[in-house]
């Protein structure tokens, strides 16, 4: 005679750990969703900017008010937004706060000049606040 062997496993624990962890997805994508539509409507010019100078992200209103496309700025120095005399200067005012602390722009308001894509320079105010993702500096 044929024998046949099986075996039952409660999978209620499985499920409800699955189900867990859609829920959790849901709500991630749902959180980044809300960022991004924050981010997006926001009518100032926000950029972030790593420890090197370079663009990581740029708002819609970069690019309607600077006159490049996200694409021309992302992975360049912010420098280039700035007029040759003040961009200079620009990589040690950010290498000397990493290295001292000592804000010279960092967590103040100034009026700064701002150079558009097609050579214009117009007055901006500027806040720069420093933020730490992952453990290493950027700055928004």
């Not at 980044?32 to 990581?56: A, E, R, T, Y």
């Not at 992302?74 to 620009?90: C, F, R, T, Y």
Request: glycine content about 8%; aromatic content about 8%; proline content about 4%.
């Amino acid at each position: 005679l044929p024998y046949f062997v099986g075996s039952l496993r409660d999978m209620t624990e499985r499920f409800e750990a699955e189900e867990s962890l859609r829920r959790a997805k849901r709500e991630v994508e749902e959180a980044l969703q809300q960022k991004d539509s924050v981010f997006s409507s926001i009518f100032d010019c926000v950029l972030v900017i790593d420890s090197k100078g370079i663009m990581q992200t740029v708002n819609p209103a970069v690019e309607r008010n600077l006159q490049y496309s996200k694409e021309e700025l992302i992975g360049q120095n912010v420098k280039m937004l700035m007029p040759s005399d003040v961009a200079a200067e620009h990589d040690g005012y950010i290498s000397g706060y990493l290295r001292t602390g000592d804000a010279k722009v960092i967590g103040k308001g100034r009026e700064v000049r701002v150079r558009r894509k097609d050579g214009s320079i117009f007055p901006a105010d500027l806040a720069v606040t420093p933020m730490q993702v992952r453990g290493l500096p950027y700055f928004v």
